[in-house]
């Protein structure tokens, strides 16, 4: 064995990876009985992962096939606001946005930026039904190209990203534009694996959002819009009913508005 490999050895013992492994088997075990696979599909399995780890695709797929699950185990018998996928377009640097003197937080774009202006309200509140002023809140969404600053989009790096607090009455509102339904990367392992199912690679639009506030769990989420023809086949399976607004048509602008609830910390 060479120095190379050996230096990713761990050293001690963890009982919880021996734990979460034991119980992975014994499910795994009674899966296999009741999928009876045989094992050409088994060795088709593994070639395809391999494949998609060598595609650098193993993030999405997670985030695409499996997070909403780990969330739903996690969070669907507890009260305050269902969290939703953190997904793979999440950078954690983006700028301070302070709010106008009207309250508004005018969120980083280009001149004219192309897509319909939206005021996206919320409150934030404790699930006592307390307002919670000052909470840290940081936002990110794409743009009417479908894609995002610092990944795929050519917009400037931290376009329709930022950072901002709550007003005292624990609300914010930002002025972005309508973000757009948008399609995962479908062309490697990942893509692949949508045609076996046939399933589209579609994600209805949506706004990303994650809270923090001190003596709360941080809470990761996402809104969606009442009428997007993708809701109900959401390729990543994010969608929660109380995260649906409703898209209200002004004179030359949308808007729409969410209440947040932050469970405390366990
Ligand atoms: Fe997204």
């Known amino acids: 064995m060479t120095q190379e490999m050996t230096k990713h050895l761990p050293t001690t013992k963890n009982e919880r990876v021996e734990e979460v492994f034991d119980l992975f088997i014994k499910h795994m075990q009674a899966f296999l009985e009741e999928a009876k696979l045989n094992h050409e599909e088994y060795t088709n399995f593994v070639n395809w992962a ?7 695709e193993l993030p999405l797929y997670a985030d695409v096939f499996l997070e909403t699950h780990v969330l739903q185990a996690m969070y669907t018998e507890l009260p305050g606001t269902q969290p939703s996928l953190l997904g793979p377009y999440y950078v954690d640097d983006a700028p301070f946005v302070e709010a106008d003197e009207e309250g508004i937080i005018d969120l980083p774009k280009r001149e004219n930026e192309p897509g319909d202006v939206l005021y996206f309200s919320g409150t934030v509140k404790s699930v006592e039904g307390e307002p919670l002023a000052n909470a840290e809140v940081d936002y990110w969404q794409n743009d009417n190209s479908a894609k995002y600053s610092n990944f795929d989009s050519d917009a400037p790096d931290y376009n329709l990203r930022g950072r901002f607090k709550t007003d005292e009455n624990g609300k914010f509102t930002v002025k972005t534009i309508q973000a757009v339904p948008y399609p995962i990367p479908d062309q490697g392992p990942t893509g692949e694996f949508l045609g076996y199912m046939e399933q589209h690679p ?17 809470l990761i989420t996402q809104v969606f819009f009442e009428g997007d023809e993708w809701m109900e086949t959401d390729v990543a399976e994010g969608v929660r009913d109380e995260l649906i607004t409703q898209l209200q048509e002004k004179d030359g602008y949308k808007e729409a508005q969410l209440e947040f609830v932050m469970r405390k910390d366990q």
Do not use: N, Q, V, W
């Open 50 to 56: 391999d494949r998609l780890g060598k595609s650098g």
């Open 202 to 218: 579609m994600r209805p639009a949506h706004l990303h959002i994650m809270f923090k506030a001190p003596g709360h769990e941080t």
